[in-house]
């Protein structure tokens, strides 16, 4: 048994998809009843609250433009793009744009150094990278044609990125899933001043190297088969560019009798076990994403191999 096989059996096993979108730019889907929008999120109706805007079940900048939802009134929709998403958006910079991500304004620039004097635009065919100083963030090692780029994250919180992950889940969940939720929903609710929950969260994080479709995203919520199965509930899958995330969604309702019990959260299986022409490395690790404290200034590391350099 190869170890794709035995990733696909593990989940055969223990999981249903309760919902899955492959998307990428064309038609739109926009869940819910247009005709009968109650948010889902605060529980409000017309006229206390207005839903003139098209609420997208997943940020736009991750390169979502198909996926809406008719359940997001307005002032929810605000709160989250200013709070929680805001965080996401600054975590998730550096990688969307060496993944040439197409967000709301196109593929979104880093620009670094002393008074951002070093930028790194992406484009279709590539990135261009211009400073007056490349040797301060790019390191050139000739003998083994490789290219480090140092780049730094913006100011977030864990905990937000998480509250993120679980509004795209509970956005896109069946509505016979969302009672299963409740302690999760009130947790990411605009303005509620808790900043962690009951139980742990674990979260995913699986960077998939060699070349990838910018413009393709894989999002999906998976459920328990059984209650007696010795693991998480629910998870949240979502893929995009070079990156795969997976984060357990909290439920007190359905995991509570687990609770001090090992519940094991593997990686899903993903196209990059199956090998092919162009296999690229895939590394995953656990992001520990509890605290609600600032952080600021995180360096990445970034490794391109190159074929040869060409004079301009």
Request: charged share 25%.
């Amino acid at each position: 048994m190869t170890r794709f096989d035995e990733l696909i059996a593990y989940f055969d096993e223990r999981y249903k998809i309760a919902v899955e979108y492959s998307l990428q730019p064309g038609k739109k889907i926009f869940l819910g009843n247009k005709g009968d929008r109650r948010c889902r999120f605060c529980g409000r109706t017309s006229p206390e609250v207005t839903f003139r805007k098209e609420a997208h079940a997943l940020p736009e900048f991750v390169g979502n433009k198909s996926l809406f939802t008719y359940y997001e009134c307005d002032s929810c929709n605000h709160a989250f793009g200013s709070g929680c998403e805001n965080d996401f958006g600054n975590w998730s910079l550096p990688m969307r744009t060496l993944s040439r991500i197409h967000g709301k304004a196109g593929i979104p620039t880093i620009k670094q150094g002393p008074d951002n004097n070093w930028r790194i635009d992406g484009h279709l065919d590539g990135l261009n990278i211009s400073s007056d100083d490349p040797e301060a963030f790019l390191e050139d090692n000739p003998s083994t044609r490789t290219l480090k780029l140092h780049l730094r994250r913006g100011a977030y919180r864990p905990v937000r990125v998480v509250q993120t992950l679980v509004k795209i889940a509970l956005s896109i969940m069946p509505e016979e899933e969302v009672p299963n939720f409740q302690e999760a929903l009130d947790w990411i609710r605009p303005n509620n001043q808790l900043t962690r929950l009951v139980a742990p969260t674990p979260f995913l994080h699986t960077f998939l190297g060699g070349p990838v479709a910018n413009n393709l995203i894989t999002v999906a919520v998976l459920t328990r088969l059984r209650d007696d199965l010795v693991a998480p509930y629910a998870f949240l899958l979502l893929m995009y560019g070079h990156e795969m995330l997976q984060l357990v969604i909290p439920s007190i309702e359905k995991d509570q009798h687990h609770y001090g019990k090992r519940m094991e959260f593997r990686r899903f299986p993903c196209f990059r076990d199956e090998g092919g022409l162009a296999p690229g490395p895939i590394e995953t690790r656990s992001l520990p994403f509890d605290s609600a404290e600032v952080i600021g200034g995180e360096t990445l590391v970034f490794n391109f191999q190159y074929q040869e350099k060409l004079p301009r």
